[in-house]
């Protein structure tokens, strides 16, 4: 099977799938971190149409995680209603950018593939495209970090669970319980790579499960 795993430069998809025979390959603007025999160094929307039998996707979330929205406006204007509200100062073109990302998204959603999962975090696509088909979390796959991450899925099964633990939190100075996943990465020039690299147990099962 010829499977593209589109906007990952970790190869841990991409690897999971090759060590079960399958002819796959990752895809990013980014060179990668594995095989350069096995990644494309381009814009996965040129490949698109190049025969593929299944593509796992990873969209960056950046303009489309509901996390992010609070930099969508400037903060004196908490108080307006959302339309009277100016764009934050510092980033005053993220809502042309966050239009880009949801083209982007739904780019991938449309393309001519038969099998196609596309993963991101708690979204604004639930609502501009549809509520995704599952959301897991990487304690059901053997690792503590309590991270939703939500799958849209055509013609794949929902990920059955592989190893359900005990999820791990930190406490911080303030007394606020928050998620281990949010302190792992280091807070660094690597942070943001640090994050968007698949959980391992997460590419097993999408290897296993849908190889």
């Known amino acids: 099977m010829r499977v593209l795993v589109a906007c990952e430069f970790s190869q841990i998809v991409t690897q999971a799938f090759r060590n079960r025979g399958h002819e796959a390959f990752s895809c990013d603007l980014l060179p990668t971190e594995g095989n350069p025999d096995w990644h494309i160094q381009a814009d996965v929307l040129t490949i698109l149409d190049q025969g593929w039998d299944m593509m796992i996707a990873h969209p960056d979330c950046t303009y489309l995680a509901v996390t992010g929205a609070k930099w969508f406006y ?4 908490k108080q307006l209603p959302t339309n009277q509200r100016r764009p ?8 042309q950018h966050q239009q880009q ?6 780019a991938l959603v449309n393309a001519p ?5 596309i ?12 509520k995704p088909d599952q959301i897991i979390t990487p ?10 991450t939500c799958l849209w899925l055509k013609n794949l099964p929902p990920l059955i669970p592989t190893s359900v633990i005990e999820p791990e939190y930190h406490l911080t100075k303030s007394g606020k319980r928050v998620p281990a996943w949010f302190f792992l990465p280091s807070p660094s020039e690597s942070r943001s790579k640090d994050r968007k690299r ?11 499960q849908w190889g």
Do not use: L, W
């Open 113 to 117: 593939i038969n099998k196609i999962c």
């Open 101 to 106: 990302a949801i083209d982007f998204f739904m």
């Open 74 to 77: 400037h903060p004196d204007d």
């Open 198 to 208: 698949t959980f391992t147990g997460i590419a097993e099962a999408m290897a296993s």
């Open 119 to 130: 993963e991101n975090p708690v979204s604004i696509m639930s609502t501009v495209y549809r």
């Open 139 to 148: 304690t059901q796959f053997g690792h503590p970090e309590p991270k939703k």
């Open 88 to 95: 934050h100062p510092k980033f005053p073109n993220r809502r």
